[in-house]
């Protein structure tokens, strides 16, 4: 399984910011500035995740918080 975070609401400072702030180096962080990215991916809200199978659909999505033990039993099927 591989994580992704995906910036695009902000500026690129503040997603360096929420890097440093948070720690996320134990997945790669990703941004966009043009916001094309979450338009292609029908997000609507922050924060939204998206559980791709090994082809590169979505199947399923979870906007605002989410229940990480949800999204790990619908990682263990996909």
């Not at 992704?4 to 902000?10: C, R």
């Not at 043009?34 to 939204?48: D, F, K």
């Not at 559980?51 to 999505?61: K, N």
């Amino acid at each position: 399984m591989t994580l992704i975070g995906l910036g695009a609401q902000d500026n690129l400072e503040d997603a360096y910011e929420f890097v440093e702030k948070y720690g996320t180096t134990s997945f790669r962080m990703l941004y966009d500035a043009t916001l094309e990215s979450w338009t292609a991916l029908g997000v609507r809200a922050q924060p939204t995740a998206i559980l791709f199978d090994s082809d590169g659909r979505g199947q399923f999505i979870w906007y605002g918080a989410f229940d990480e033990s949800e999204v790990l039993e619908k990682a263990a099927v996909v």
